[in-house]
């Protein structure tokens, strides 16, 4: 069993994703634990009313709301839902909120069973409980004791197993899935898993997934005041769909809080790069003058994907690699030089004719004209040198032609001014 704990400071935010699940039948609301009468019987205002209350009587805690799940097996899909509420009550008594008001959703949108649990810290009397530190100090020590005494697969057996998440396993496909839904299941499997200290590095993660995160244009104003926004890419990695504010997920994932997990990841992030390190270097002792196709191959089936940055012409300017197995995303810079885009070129053959998959309208046009040239060296000699230099100065001169479009004049300064009617001389 594994548990997540995300503190907020909206109860209304937890309490209408997880009512939201349920309309969409994606959730099953399994009752909860300290309302006045059955929780099962109360509307969800009456829910919503009772969690302000006990709220209002420390107004000094802003973090005051907790959102819980407990995260089982895939092999533990044949849990009954009295079961999962036994475990959700023992986990919540064991983590110091026995006495807590706190209600229970079991959630069906994911590959594995699992369990959502909303409360709040503020106690009858107005004191709140401590949550610095609750994950290790209550959390851990549940989670292992309700593993022993409810036969539940240990979190460390999963970790063994070093699986992508199972939520998504598949890129997005635009129009298949609700929009925002789709996004949100990709952030919470990417944003809490991987350690990215850029946003540059978290879009190559999310766009493994056809998931971008954008800043807006420079010096738009979403750009200035911090904006972030979310939408889904197609294959090409072409923006599709409208796109939705951060501010508008549950998880609240805007460039405020990113900022935060990229000074932290900083610092705690960077120390399992030599899988990647490793891996590469296997490779390149292994085979010799590989493509890029069998350099992103090899590293896939370590659980490592390559993601290409290149330019207008296809040329690859830059690499990002993203372990899925250590959760760390980085630059090839970041990793040392003989992991940079330049040095990787040289250990292998990653822009070789493959590589250039688009040309400029100018490289085109040249390609043109080499041929036609080549065509032309072809006829008799006899003909050919005053033919080639004339046909070759026609097509140059069109490509050196520049076409120039009617510049736009206000109709303000066109239009004929009209005379001035002098006046008479007042009398």
Same mark, same amino acid.
């Given at each position: ?9 909206? %109860?209304? &935010? ?18 909860? @634990?300290?309302? *006045? ?5 109360? *509307? ?13 009587? /420390?107004?000094?805690?802003?973090? /005051?709301?907790?959102? %819980?799940?407990? /995260? ?44 959502? =649990? ?41 970790? /063994?197993?070093?699986? =992508? ?37 978290? @879009?190559?993660? =999310? ?36 796109? %939705? ?142 033919? %080639? ?25 066109? &239009? ?12």
């Amino acid at each position: 069993m594994v548990a997540v704990i995300k503190v907020s400071s909206s %109860i209304n &935010r937890i309490l209408n994703y997880n009512e939201n699940k349920v309309s969409q039948e994606k959730a099953v609301y399994l009752g909860g @634990n300290n309302f *006045p009468g059955e929780a099962a019987d109360l *509307p969800y205002t009456a829910r919503l009313n009772y969690f302000t209350r006990r709220m209002e009587l /420390n107004t000094n805690t802003k973090r /005051n709301s907790l959102h %819980i799940s407990l /995260n089982f097996d895939t092999s533990e899909k044949g849990l009954s839902d009295k079961k999962m509420a036994e475990i959700a009550h023992s986990y919540m008594k064991e983590l110091g909120f026995g006495e807590q008001p706190y209600l229970m959703y079991r959630h069906h949108d994911a590959g594995h069973p699992h369990l959502h =649990l909303v409360t709040t810290n503020i106690q009858v009397d107005g004191k709140r409980i401590d949550l610095h530190h609750l994950g290790i100090r209550k959390s851990e020590p549940a989670r292992k004791k309700l593993e022993e005494h409810f036969g539940l697969v240990r979190a460390e057996d999963r970790k /063994n197993k070093k699986t =992508l998440p199972e939520k998504i396993l598949r890129p997005i496909s635009y129009g298949k899935t609700e929009t925002r839904a789709a996004i949100q299941n990709v952030l919470e499997a990417v944003l809490d898993r991987y350690k990215y200290t850029s946003l540059h590095e978290l @879009n190559a993660v =999310l766009g493994i997934y056809n998931v971008s995160a954008e800043r807006g244009s420079e010096g738009s104003r979403m750009e200035r005041h911090k904006g972030l926004q979310y939408r889904i890419l197609d294959d090409s990695g072409q923006p599709v769909g409208v796109p %939705i504010k951060a501010s508008l997920f549950y998880s609240r994932p805007t460039l405020q809080r990113l900022e935060g997990k990229f000074a932290r990841n900083k610092i705690t992030g960077k120390g399992q790069i030599l899988h990647i390190k490793n891996s590469i270097d296997r490779l390149e002792a292994k085979k010799k003058g590989a493509g890029i196709a069998d350099v992103e191959q090899a590293l896939a089936r370590e659980g490592i994907s390559l993601v290409t940055r290149r330019n207008s012409e296809g040329f690859i300017y830059g690499l990002t690699y993203v372990d899925h197995k250590m959760g760390v995303v980085c630059n090839g810079s970041s990793l040392g030089k003989p992991y940079s885009a330049k040095a990787m070129q040289e250990r292998f053959t990653l822009d070789a004719s493959a590589g250039q998959t688009r040309l400029s309208s100018l490289e085109l046009k040249e390609q043109r004209l080499n041929k036609i040239a080549y065509d032309l060296s072809l006829r008799d000699p006899e003909d050919s040198s005053s033919g %080639i230099i004339r046909e070759i100065a026609k097509l140059l001169d069109k490509l050196m032609a520049m076409e120039r479009a009617p510049e736009y004049v206000s109709k303000h300064y066109t &239009r004929k001014r009209k005379k001035r009617k002098r006046r008479g001389p007042l009398h």
